[in-house]
């Protein structure tokens, strides 16, 4: 048989009493007769075009779930693909970070540049104003 199991098909009968509770709807006993007969047909599945069963619906559920559910090599491409946009956006910002320091420090580097020329100039020129 390799795998194949065959499903025995159940029957099932609706008890003397839960008959009687149908019956006592109609006042008429083929009425109630042809309705009990209904009711079994719809309770033993046999009232549908496709029949409804236990293990088809419990493997299409778990496929509806298989097919949501990310697999490990997706989740793994996922990842990857967010790491490496992640490291680029950091390479960037890296690279802003240094072009700003180089822009501080040649701004300081002028500033003190401008500083110490100035400075000298003003020393420069008291002395020779001091030796007039």
């Known amino acids: 048989m390799s795998g194949y199991t065959m499903q025995r098909e159940t029957t099932y009968h609706l008890n003397e009493s839960f008959k009687a509770l149908l019956a006592s ?44 559910l990310l697999t490990k090599e997706v989740f793994q491409s996922e990842m990857k693909a967010t790491k490496e946009v992640f490291e680029a ?34 020393m420069m020129n008291f002395m020779l104003e001091s030796l007039k």
């Not at 109630?32 to 033993?44: C, G, L, R």
């Not at 072009?99 to 300081?108: E, K």
């Open 25 to 68: 709807a109609f006042s008429n006993p083929q009425q109630s007769e042809v309705f009990i007969k209904a009711f079994e047909e719809v309770v033993n599945d046999r009232a549908t075009t496709q029949a409804i069963r236990l293990d088809r619906l419990k493997d299409e559920a778990i496929q509806e779930i298989r097919n949501e």
């Open 89 to 122: 956006k950091l390479e960037a910002e890296i690279a802003n970070a240094k072009v700003q320091g180089i822009y501080w420090l040649l701004g300081v580097g002028v500033v003190t540049a401008i500083t110490i020329i100035s400075s000298t100039w003003v």
